[in-house]
């Protein structure tokens, strides 16, 4: 158990203080259905019992496999998917208990940019009808004080008022994720999830777009969700990051904590997949083995001892606790790995 003095106590109460979403034993699970009458015969536990908060003004990153249940979190804090259990909490206010004409005011609040930066913008429309389309559905603005807006809004994300007037096909990857940044900024909002925001674009137009959302949030005071699964993109623009495994947060610490010191075997297995530039620099592999577990029958006890290197027979009957080992450090494991050196990454 962690005993904090109480400089500590008093840090961590200040830091609770400009908490602007809670998440709370968040569930989802989806009914597995076979036959003509949809008869349900199990279910997937996409998101199984998550607990975390975010501050104002930072960017919280979440990281995993694909199938760990990180897109799905940020559709449930969205409102997009109706949560089987559990509270969201923005500003006091709980997003998993509210009506849809109150979710539709919540919204304003709450944005997001998509993975596909074509997909998500409608080919059939401008991009001033794209940008503006947030402020004419919810009644903000119209006429010339619509365009006007619009034109600032693709000013701060580096598009020029000529290109108003084009489709979504003239432009480049990079351009229409610019397009979908100035349409989640549209209605000022104070969260923004970004669901692989940078993964479908070029290594050097990741870094563009990266800068940019930074640029934006020092300008604006926004908050960032990141979820992704290029660690590099994550370590660079996060505060804080969050590891999920099978539904479930198995760590989540301060971004150089979790680089330094990762203390589940899983992130220090994801950590360690990451290929390192250098030649000359060797490190020792934490492997594991096979694939992320069904999540419509996880395994028992801790859903990842079956590529734990570490496992025991304690691991495999019983579901560690998730609690914080070390300051602001939260994990959820039997054995963490307080004395093992997992500094996997050059500095």
């Known amino acids: 158990m962690l005993i904090m003095n109480e400089k500590e106590v008093a840090e961590s109460k200040a830091v609770e203080d400009k908490v602007i979403l809670k998440v709370q034993n968040l569930k989802k699970h989806f009914d597995m259905t076979k036959g003509l009458i949809k008869k349900t015969t199990s279910k997937v536990r996409a998101v199984d019992g998550l607990n975390f908060q975010v501050y104002e003004g930072e960017t919280l990153g979440i990281v995993g496999e694909s199938g760990c249940g990180k897109s799905t979190t940020g559709q449930l804090i969205l409102g997009l998917l109706d949560a089987t ?190 290929p390192i530039p250098d030649p000359r620099f060797r490190k020792e592999h934490l492997l594991i083995e096979g694939e992320i577990p069904n999540p419509s029958n996880p395994p028992s006890g801790c859903h990842f001892h079956p590529r734990c290197p570490y496992a025991t027979d304690l691991c495999k009957q019983k579901d560690p606790a998730y609690e914080e080992i070390l300051p602001n450090h939260f994990v959820a494991c039997h054995y963490p790995l307080l004395n093992k050196n997992t500094n996997v990454l050059p500095s």
């Open 85 to 274: 259990e559990g509270h969201i909490y923005f500003r006091d206010q709980d997003i998993a208990g509210m009506s849809q004409q109150e979710l539709r005011k919540a919204r304003r609040d709450l944005q997001v940019i998509f993975q596909d930066p074509y997909s998500s913008l409608n080919p059939r429309m401008t991009v001033e009808e794209i940008i503006g389309e947030p402020l004419v559905v919810h009644g903000l603005a119209k006429g010339k004080s619509l365009r006007q807006e619009v034109v600032n809004l693709m000013k701060l994300v580096g598009l020029g008022e000529h290109q108003l007037k084009r489709y979504p096909h003239e432009f480049s990857g990079g351009q229409r994720q610019r397009i979908g940044i100035a349409r989640a900024l549209a209605l000022k909002p104070k969260v923004i999830v970004c669901d692989e925001a940078v993964s479908a674009l070029d290594v050097s137009i990741q870094a563009q777009i990266l800068n940019l959302l930074k640029k934006l949030q020092r300008e604006l005071g926004l908050t960032y969700i990141f979820i992704a699964h290029g660690l590099p993109a994550v370590r660079h623009i996060s505060n804080r990051i969050g590891v999920m495994y099978l539904g479930r947060m198995v760590e989540l610490a301060g971004r150089d904590e979790i680089f330094e010191r990762p203390l589940h075997p899983y992130t220090h297995a994801l950590l360690d997949s990451v």
